[in-house]
Each structure stands twice: as C-alpha cells, then as structure tokens.
C-alpha cells in the first residue's frame, strides 16, 4: 500500500484519504438532522422527529430542535464518529470523545445535568458513548412530543 492510498471498506483504494462528508438533511425546512427516513415513494428523507407528524406541526418540531441545538449536534457528533471506521474501533479514541462531548454539553445545559449527563446503564453499568446518544435522541424525542402534546391540548 502506498502512501496515497487508504484501506477502506476492506479494500485498498486510491481515493482521497479526506473522507467525503455526506449530507442527507431532512426535508423540513431548516432541520438540522439527517433525513434517514424515506416515507414510502418519497425522495428526500425525513429525521425520526419529523417523521410520522403532521405537516403542521414541523416548524414547531423544528423549533424544538433548533432550541436544544446543542444536544441535536451532540446527536449528530456522534453518529459522524460511529460512522467512522477510525474512530469507532478505536476504544480510547470514543471513550476521549464522550468525555469531550459532555464537556462541550455541559455547560450550555445548567439545570439539565440530571437528565443529560452521563450516567448508568438499566443494567446499572457506565453507559457507553453510544448509549449516551441513543439517550439523547430520546430526550429530543420527548421534548417535541411534549411540545405538540401541549399545543394539542391548548
Ligand atoms: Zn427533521
């Protein structure tokens, strides 16, 4: 192999060792999040808060988004290094960038620490870099649904 070329995929390529950065974004206007979700015979994808809602209610799931932007970049941090093969085999590497992530989370959540640093496992274990964000999503997730619960209701 020589010094041009990168091992990628399992093969040895010529290819640019830069990696190419992909971009999916969601169809809703102004979302942030990747739209890996295609709706039946749709070509542009929708993010999992986006999708399955009404029309309607996007901007405001936008809004959402756009308001905890510090956790939806989080989220999208640490899909980019699961996606990475450098990064995602590489345990020190992971565990350096969680310990970044909440340090760069931290302090633009004051009063949110209970719900968004890291913690344990159901299992009881320290939750991993992966596990982490899954629970990020998830409060994102909770999050709009409150925000159109509420809305409804009004
Ligand atoms: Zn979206």
Known sequence: MSQSQTYRGGRVTDEPTEPQRMRY??????????GSI??????????????GTNASDWPRIT???????????????A????TDPETRCAPKVLDQLYKTAWE???PLVPGWEDALAPGKTKAGFAESYGDWAR????????????SISARRAA
């Open 25 to 34: 974004p969601c169809m809703a206007r102004q979302c942030m999040m990747p």
């Open 63 to 77: 809004q959402i988004l756009l308001d905890w932007g510090c956790v939806a970049y989080e989220i999208n941090e």
């Open 79 to 82: 899909r980019r290094v699961f």
């Open 38 to 51: 295609f709706p039946a015979g749709a070509k542009e994808g929708v993010c999992a808060w986006h999708y």
């Open 135 to 146: 629970r990020l999503e998830k409060f994102l997730g909770t999050q709009v649904h409150a």
């Open 104 to 106: 760069r989370l931290q």
